[in-house]
């Protein structure tokens, strides 16, 4: 049984920074995509972050390229996103997710495991 298991959020003031954290349990770490969304009430879930698993690509969307940072260590089953320079604007619940064998990190197509979510929010 996968389970994603996602640590770190909580509040800060506008420019903080947090790091998350997702640990994977039971899923096949090597060679696949792992990532971050975001979820406003109301809207859609946003893929924001990803990175292979056993390579070197990652992919960010254009709200949080040059701010936040996605990162892995494969010895932990864990990946990890930095967020530095936070925003108002980034409050949100933030999800860890995993592809399983057929789904790709591009454009944010995969999500086949979830974890519960973990909520920021960012004063102004």
């Known amino acids: 049984q996968v389970q994603l298991v996602e640590s770190g959020g909580g509040s800060v003031q506008a420019g903080g920074s947090l790091r998350l954290s997702c640990v994977a349990s039971g899923y096949k770490f090597s060679g696949r995509c792992m990532g971050w969304f975001r979820q406003v009430p109301g809207q859609e879930r946003d893929g924001i972050a990803a990175?292979?698993?056993?390579?070197?690509?990652?992919y960010y969307a254009d709200s949080v390229k040059g701010r936040f940072t996605i990162s892995r260590d494969n010895a932990k089953n864990t990946i990890y996103l930095q967020m530095n320079n936070l925003k108002p604007e980034d409050t949100a619940m933030y999800y860890c997710?995993?592809?399983?064998?057929?789904?790709?990190?591009?454009?944010?197509?995969?999500?086949?495991?979830w974890g519960q979510g973990t909520q920021v929010t960012v004063y102004p």
């Open positions: 997710a995993a592809s399983s064998d057929s789904e790709y990190c591009g454009a944010f197509k995969f999500g086949r495991y």
């Open positions: 990175t292979y698993t056993d390579g070197h690509s990652t």
